[in-house]
């Protein structure tokens, strides 16, 4: 349905939404943040709504849509919601239908910077319309000590995240496109000819 909206041209987008995801750590928000600067007229990130509460600076409308779980709850009845999870009880995060129509009324791309599970299920709904990246590290350990470099994560931390890490990795050949981010110079650029090529339909 996206190939008909009034503001794409079916000869220059070849997808109407980027859906990119990652196990934590490699390097998914940097190459998302990559594409949202060097490509400010084309893209746009899709903000979540959740039910936690802001943290530090962050802003409603900006990091997330902050709404209580009681709303969280009445717009999934009213199936407002493209997607949803529940974290754990009373945690909800998820991705209003509202939202993808407000950027591709500005004419952008929507780029989801999602985890494993929600892309899933978003390219499930829209197919063809939608191209998911999977970014992955180059091994297990390779992550661990990527993780370990950052000096904010507890072992505790590093451990489950690895154990999840493992999990979402068996899901890589489910995505349209894998790249293994050994190398961010490397990886960016590889993402760069991607976007020209399966995005933009062009080639400098």
């Given at each position: 349905m996206f190939y008909n909206h009034p503001?794409?041209?079916?000869?220059?987008?070849?997808?109407?939404?980027?859906?990119?995801?990652?196990?934590?750590?490699?390097?998914?928000?940097?190459?998302?943040?990559?594409?949202?600067t060097h490509y400010p007229d084309t893209f746009e990130l899709s903000i979540s709504c959740t039910t936690r509460p802001p943290r530090g600076e962050e802003k409603d409308g900006r990091e997330y849509y902050f709404i209580s779980r009681e709303e969280f709850e009445q717009k999934i009845r009213q199936g407002l919601f493209v997607e949803h999870e529940q974290v754990y009880e009373g945690?909800?995060?998820?991705?209003?239908?509202?939202?993808?129509?407000?950027?591709?009324?500005?004419?952008?791309?929507?780029?989801?910077?999602?985890?494993?599970?929600?892309?899933?299920?978003?390219?499930?709904?829209y197919g063809d319309a939608a191209l998911a990246v999977f970014?992955?590290?180059?091994s297990i350990e390779a992550l661990r000590k990527r993780l370990e470099n950052r000096g904010d994560t507890s072992a505790e931390m590093i451990e489950k995240r690895l154990a999840k890490a493992s999990i979402e990795m068996q899901d890589a050949p489910l995505f349209d496109v894998k790249i293994i981010n050994d190398d961010l110079a490397r990886a960016t650029t590889e993402l760069d000819e991607l976007i020209k090529t399966k995005v933009l339909n062009t080639k400098e």
């Open positions: 503001h794409y041209s079916t000869n220059y987008y070849t997808a109407m939404i980027l859906i990119f995801c990652a196990p934590s750590g490699s390097g998914k928000s940097t190459m998302v943040r990559h594409l949202l945690l909800y995060y998820g991705t209003l239908r509202s939202e993808i129509d407000r950027i591709q009324a500005a004419g952008h791309i929507v780029i989801f910077d999602i985890d494993v599970k929600g892309g899933m299920n978003i390219k499930r709904i970014i992955c590290p180059p």
